[in-house]
């Protein structure tokens, strides 16, 4: 089952490239890699999907390596809203194998 | 506009009393996912629906049970909550094309 790593926490100022990174060495060929974000009461909000390569959106870049075991979120130029938790997901719709991170809460500082 | 509604947002019940939780859809999604989420931890899927077809999880209680009426209803039925229940349950969609859920706000769930 692909399990995920993540780093717990990140300080980052505001206006800054924010990396955070998801390792995931058990990935299966069919997986996706999703990454949310999740204010304090609310529910997790899709961010960005990748299957390899690179991603772009309009709010977040995703960099898969070629053997899939990890990926990283890109968030450029970080402001104060930007303050969440984020979650690695990766698995595939309907299977029995989607696993949520630890996610790495992301702090923003003026 | 909301696309995935959970009813009531804050529920309180005492000990071993039965609670149901609700989710609705406008997206016509044909899975349906439910999530328990305690303080400070990630939310941990407890089971889903494509379609018809019930998955459970293995490590789900059997004190959670879930039924799908129909394409946009599911419910989450807490036959007799612990202490250990009170959690922030999230209910998600998604379509069987892709795999990018879209989550309710959640009800938070209080066991006194």
């Known amino acids: 089952l692909a399990k995920t790593t993540q780093p717990i926490s990140m300080d980052s100022y505001e206006g800054q490239e924010v990396n955070i990174t998801c390792s995931h060495n058990n990935i299966a060929t069919n997986d996706y890699i999703t990454w949310y974000q999740q204010f304090p009461s609310q529910g997790p909000r899709f961010i960005i999907q990748?299957?390899?390569t690179k991603v772009t959106n309009e709010v977040a870049s995703l960099f898969i390596p070629a053997d899939r075991k990890s990926s990283t979120l890109s968030l450029p130029r970080v402001s104060l809203s930007d303050t969440a938790v984020y979650y690695c997901?990766?698995?595939?719709?309907?299977?029995?194998?989607?696993?949520f991170g630890t996610g790495t809460r992301l702090t923003v500082i003026p | 506009d909301a696309m995935v509604i959970q009813n009531p947002r804050y529920q309180v019940t005492q000990f071993g009393k039965p609670v149901t939780l609700s989710c609705s859809q406008t997206?016509?999604?044909?899975?349906m996912y439910w999530y328990q989420q305690k303080s400070s931890q990630a939310p941990k899927l407890l089971f889903h629906?494509?379609?018809?077809?019930?998955?459970n999880e293995a490590d789900t209680p059997d004190n959670f049970q879930s039924r799908r009426p129909n394409t946009s209803f599911c419910f989450l039925d807490i036959r007799s909550p612990g202490l250990g229940d009170a959690a922030m349950y999230l209910c998600?969609?998604?379509?069987?094309?892709?795999?990018?859920?879209?989550f309710g706000p959640g009800t938070r769930l209080t066991v006194l």
């Open positions: 629906y494509y379609d018809k077809d019930f998955n």
């Open positions: 997206l016509n999604h044909n899975v």
């Open positions: 990748g299957y390899k």
């Open positions: 997901l990766v698995g595939r719709t309907g299977a029995n194998n989607l696993f």
């Open positions: 998600a969609t998604s379509s069987g094309d892709t795999d990018t859920q879209y």
